[in-house]
C-alpha cells in the first residue's frame, strides 16, 4: 500500500468536526404580572394590580439617545401599563447587576436604550421606542396565572398555575445622575422564588419604599424577543443562542478554524511521500550523472 493511499485513509479517520453537541436552550414565558402600589403598603392587607402590559426599559444615565425616550415615556398615558426602568451598566451609580443578569442571560440584549414589551417583542434605538403607543396598541395579552395573591405585614402569599419563578421587583424613585430630574420607577432590587413555594417574606424590599412592588410570574429561561418595529433593525440577529452565561451553546470549531486544520494535516499526512519522491529523484539524478 502506497503512503499517499496510506495518508487518505488516515485523514477519512478524523471526524470532520469537534463540534460537541449542545443542550437545546429553554425557552422563557412572562405568564402574569400583578403591581402593588406603596401607598397600599401602608394598610395591614394589600392586594395588587393585574396590568396588561409590563415595559421594561433598558437605559443609562450617560446614554444621550436615552434622552428622547425618557421624555415620551413620561407622557405616555395608559393606565394598563407599568414601565420598569433597568440600568443594566455598571457605569451608572443607580447601576443594578439583576437588572445586567436580565438584559444580558434572560432578554438577550446588545444595545442601550432598548424597551422591551411583556418579555415578547423588541424596539431598540431612539427611532424605534417612538412606535411604542402604536406597538402597545396593537399588542393583546392575557396575563393569568397568579391567584390569591396577598401583601400582608411583610408576606407575599400566592398561588401559581403554571411556570416555574416568581420574581419580585422593587421599583422607586431614582435622580438622574447628571440631570435635575428623576427616574419614576428604577428598578432598585428583586427576589425570586420557586413557584411551588405560595409564599414569601419580602420585607426588605418594603422598607422605606417609596414606589411599587412589580410581581413577575414566569417560566425562567431564554426569551425569544422579536421586533415590534415596522422598521426592524438591520443585520442585529435578536435571538442569537447564547448560554446564561452569556457565551456560545457552539463548542466546535469554526468554518474557518476547520479549513486551516486540514490544511495543516493534510500537509502532515503528504509530506512523507513528497520526501520519498524528492528522495527518488535525487537518486535519479546521480545516476545519469
Known amino acids: 500500500m502506497s503512503i499517499l493511499t496510506l495518508a487518505v485513509i488516515m485523514m477519512?479517520?478524523?471526524?470532520?468536526?469537534?463540534?460537541?453537541?449542545?443542550?437545546?436552550?429553554?425557552?422563557?414565558?412572562?405568564?402574569?404580572?400583578?403591581?402593588?402600589?406603596s401607598n397600599c403598603l401602608n394598610s395591614t392587607?394589600?392586594?395588587?394590580?393585574?396590568?396588561e402590559h409590563l415595559v421594561e426599559y433598558y437605559g443609562a444615565d450617560w446614554c444621550e439617545p436615552c434622552e428622547l425616550i425618557e421624555a415620551e415615556l413620561e407622557v405616555l398615558n395608559r393606565n394598563d401599563t407599568f414601565v420598569m426602568q433597568h440600568h443594566p451598566s455598571p457605569q451608572d451609580a443607580s447601576f443594578l447587576s439583576a437588572s445586567k443578569l436580565r438584559f444580558s442571560n434572560e432578554h438577550r440584549l446588545l444595545f442601550l436604550p432598548s424597551l422591551v414589551i411583556n418579555s415578547q417583542g423588541l424596539l431598540t434605538g431612539s427611532s424605534q421606542a417612538l412606535e411604542l403607543s402604536t406597538v402597545l396598541s396593537e399588542r393583546?395579552?392575557?396575563?393569568?396565572?397568579?391567584?390569591?395573591?396577598?401583601?400582608?405585614?411583610?408576606?407575599l402569599t400566592w398561588q401559581a398555575s403554571q411556570g416555574d419563578r416568581v420574581s419580585v421587583w422593587r421599583t422607586e424613585a431614582i435622580d438622574h445622575q447628571t440631570r435635575n430630574r428623576t427616574h419614576p420607577t428604577l428598578a432598585t432590587d428583586v427576589m425570586q422564588f420557586n413557584a411551588t413555594d405560595n409564599s414569601a417574606n419580602i420585607s426588605s424590599l418594603l422598607e422605606d419604599l417609596n414606589g411599587h412592588i412589580v410581581v413577575i410570574l414566569e417560566q425562567k429561561g431564554l426569551y425569544q424577543l422579536v421586533s415590534d418595529s415596522s422598521n426592524p433593525t438591520g443585520g442585529i440577529e435578536l435571538n442569537q443562542e447564547i448560554g446564561v452565561e452569556g457565551k456560545s451553546d457552539?463548542?466546535?470549531?469554526?468554518?474557518?478554524?476547520?479549513?486551516?486544520?486540514?490544511?495543516?494535516?493534510?500537509?502532515?499526512?503528504?509530506?512523507?511521500?513528497?520526501?520519498?519522491?524528492?528522495?527518488?529523484?535525487?537518486?535519479?539524478?546521480?545516476?545519469?550523472?
Open 12 to 37: 477519512s479517520s478524523i471526524p470532520l468536526t469537534t463540534h460537541v453537541s449542545a443542550q437545546e436552550p429553554v425557552f422563557a414565558t412572562m405568564h402574569d404580572v400583578v403591581i402593588f402600589d
Open 45 to 51: 392587607s394589600c392586594e395588587g394590580e393585574r396590568i
Open 140 to 155: 393583546s395579552t392575557s396575563f393569568e396565572g397568579l391567584s390569591d395573591l396577598e401583601l400582608e405585614n411583610g408576606t
Open 250 to 289: 457552539n463548542q466546535g470549531l469554526s468554518p474557518g478554524e476547520n479549513a486551516i486544520l486540514w490544511t495543516v494535516v493534510l500537509f502532515l499526512s503528504l509530506s512523507p511521500a513528497f520526501y520519498m519522491r524528492w528522495n527518488l529523484s535525487k537518486r535519479e539524478f546521480h545516476e545519469e550523472e
